[in-house]
């Protein structure tokens, strides 16, 4: 199945060859690290006895458990909400308000995503369609009912899960482009990516890693197993445009 929103670095036109990389058997347990629009764990099967999805924008995790828990109260919050810049402006004013509930910021949030240029959720983008339909969130929690969801940095997150039948599904903020993740203050530099792989190499369990090809990370995981794999550019799909990058997905097994 399908997310139910585009995001940054989102992994819909690799999502195939992701899991078609995966070990066969042997993990009880899945862990995204950077779970984004959890396009990968959307798509794969649900073979593992615990999913966990992860990110460290809390506002991203406070979506997921309320699509979750309260579906038809999102819903509900689109109901009579109109596809305006106006509308946009004023809940990124908003969202970030205490006095929402958690279940207004979450469709707030949703729709600054749903509406903004490349999903960024920073420019209006004026797309012609209805970007308030919502009827597709009950499928997602019925996906999501036996997920769990956690807000954390991938430091304590790795340590809390690792074990010899994990697999970590890591798909970090690629190198250069940090500055276009809406991370809520958080930050992801070089220092980062050394970290990252300097915990991955000493895990006990399985990873499996999706980043930008630069000799910088193929001299990080030159221990690994590393495949060069090509991605059509997303913006350049939506202008009729085809060109192609060069990705990396890497493993330690």
Same mark, same amino acid.
């Given at each position: ?36 629009? /959890? ?12 999913? *966990? ?6 506002? #991203? ?7 979750? $828990? =309260?579906?038809?109260? *999102? ?7 109109? +596809? ?15 006095? &929402? ?12 995503? !749903? ?7 920073? +420019?209006?983008?004026?797309? /012609? ?24 940095? $991938?430091?304590? &997150? ?31 530099? #070089?220092? =980062? =990516?050394?970290?990252?792989?300097? *915990? #991955?190499? +000493? ?17 990080? $995981? ?19 445009? !085809? ?11």
């Amino acid at each position: 199945m399908d997310s139910f929103f585009a995001w940054i670095g989102g992994k819909k036109l690799l999502r195939k060859e992701i899991c078609a990389r995966f070990p066969d058997g042997g993990f009880d347990k899945y862990v995204e690290v950077f779970g984004g629009a /959890a396009w990968v764990l959307f798509y794969k099967e649900r073979h593992a006895e615990m999913e *966990i999805y992860n990110d460290v924008n809390g506002n #991203l995790v406070n979506l997921f458990r309320c699509v979750k $828990y =309260h579906p038809s109260a *999102i819903q509900e919050e689109f109901e009579y909400v109109l +596809n305006s810049r106006e509308v946009f402006e004023n809940f990124k004013d908003m969202y970030k308000s205490k006095v &929402l509930t958690d279940i207004q910021r979450a469709a707030m949030y949703l729709y600054i995503i !749903k509406a903004s240029y490349a999903s960024k959720a920073r +420019n209006y983008g004026a797309k /012609a369609r209805d970007i308030t339909a919502a009827e597709y969130l009950k499928t997602v929690k019925e996906r999501l009912k036996a997920v769990v969801i956690e807000n954390r940095d $991938y430091e304590t &997150l790795i340590t809390q899960y690792d074990r010899p039948s994990s697999l970590f599904y890591c798909d970090p903020p690629y190198l250069g482009t940090e500055r276009y993740y809406d991370t809520v203050g958080a930050t992801f530099d #070089l220092d =980062h =990516h050394r970290s990252l792989a300097n *915990i #991955l190499q +000493n895990i006990k369990g399985r990873c499996i890693i999706s980043y930008n090809d630069s000799e910088v990370i193929r001299e990080l $995981y030159k221990d690994f197993s590393i495949t060069e794999v090509a991605r059509t550019n997303n913006m350049g799909m939506r202008y009729g445009t !085809k060109k192609k990058y060069s990705e990396l997905i890497i493993k330690n097994y």
